[in-house]
């Protein structure tokens, strides 16, 4: 089997690096977690959480699974989102999901896998909710990364109704749950135009964001 001293290696020139910026850094950084913001986030290796927004460890608490689904019955998702929301008390809450997601077209060719196909059921629930949408999309690209953006506010919408989220804003806990999308290609961030704060938001906001991406 390989070594993976090359890793270690780097692990060491990456402590020695910060240490040397931050001589406390990991020593604070070990006494408590305060982070302001949870990123559900797709698994893919392409996409690193702290590295595309510019943060520390310690500033982002991080869920990750294929395709960054949200699913009701997902308990190790909804124990994420708890500790986040209950304990953390993090503010924001970020869906991301990104252009050329693997996980979004399997899902979309109805691709044979194995296990994951159980997974990628919740994604293609998405799709034949909005197939009319993707239909408009034009080519077969385009239909593509609109079902990635789709998804993205399907996510945000399970965030929403989880009843982690809810009960914080029924006790006026301060949480926004927004929806992003990141770009393979370029390295940023776009905004999908869906952010709730409160249970009376989600009818409103969330069918402007589908009519944004139709317009």
Known sequence: MPSLENLLEKNKQWSKSIREQQ????ENLSKQQAPKYLWIGCSDSRVPANEIVDLLPGEL???RNVANVVVHTDLNCLSVLQYAVDYLKVEHIIVTGHYGCGGVREAMNNSKL???DNWLRHVQDVKKKHIQLLNN????????QRMCELNVLEQVLNVCQTTIV???W???QKLA???WIYGLKDGLVSDLGLTVTSNEDIDAKYPAALGALSA
């Open 61 to 63: 608490f991080v869920h």
């Open 114 to 116: 194995g296990l994951i």
């Open 177 to 179: 749950v927004h929806s």
């Open 166 to 168: 809810q009960d914080a």
């Open 170 to 172: 029924d006790r006026g």
């Open 23 to 26: 001589p406390d850094f990991f």
């Open 137 to 144: 999309a034009g080519t077969d690209d385009e239909q593509f």
